[in-house]
């Protein structure tokens, strides 16, 4: 299984021009969550591992989930393939897993998402406390949807 993700990412000084044209452009509100994220990396810093906890509703969720980690810092367009999400209970065993595999914990983001979808693009808009206070846009989705869309909101980033 080959999950490649196909996605824009860049740091705004605010999602309101995000979350408004996600509403004028017939996106649908799919949830905001809080989430805390803890990035273990291997000793190759090739690949990451993420365990996810998902606050909603007063609900917390556990996922484990490996990305490739090639990301150049400031590159705003990223194409990286990404595991499906694995829902936990037991932490210590997921913690030995990964000690196991070579992993070793990096840092811990603190964040609250808004996601939008419509059609085969999805908006993650993010606000993060932890470790600093910053807004993010995530653009993700198939190619061209996703290439025609950035290029409707780049300008949003520069406000």
Do not use: W
Not at 54 to 74: A, C, Y
Not at 89 to 112: E, M, W, Y
């Amino acid at each position: 299984m080959n999950n490649k993700e196909y996605e824009y990412s860049f740091e705004v000084k605010d999602l309101t021009p995000f979350i408004q044209y996600c509403k004028d452009n017939d996106y649908q509100f799919v949830e905001k969550h809080e989430q805390e994220r803890t990035i273990y990396r291997d000793k190759d810093r090739t690949m990451m591992a993420r365990l996810t906890l998902n606050i909603k509703n007063g609900v917390t969720t556990r996922q484990l989930d490996f990305k490739e980690d090639q990301l150049v810092e400031g590159q705003i367009l990223g194409e990286r393939r990404e595991s499906l999400a694995l829902d936990y209970d037991n932490n210590d065993a997921v913690l030995s897993i990964l000690d196991f595999l070579g992993f070793s914990q990096d840092n811990t983001l603190v964040r609250t998402r808004y996601v939008y979808q419509k059609g085969n693009v999805k908006f993650e808009l993010d606000e993060y406390t932890v470790p600093r206070t910053t807004c993010v846009v995530g653009i993700e989705g198939e190619k061209s949807a996703v290439d025609a869309v950035y290029s409707e909101v780049k300008d949003f980033a520069k406000l």
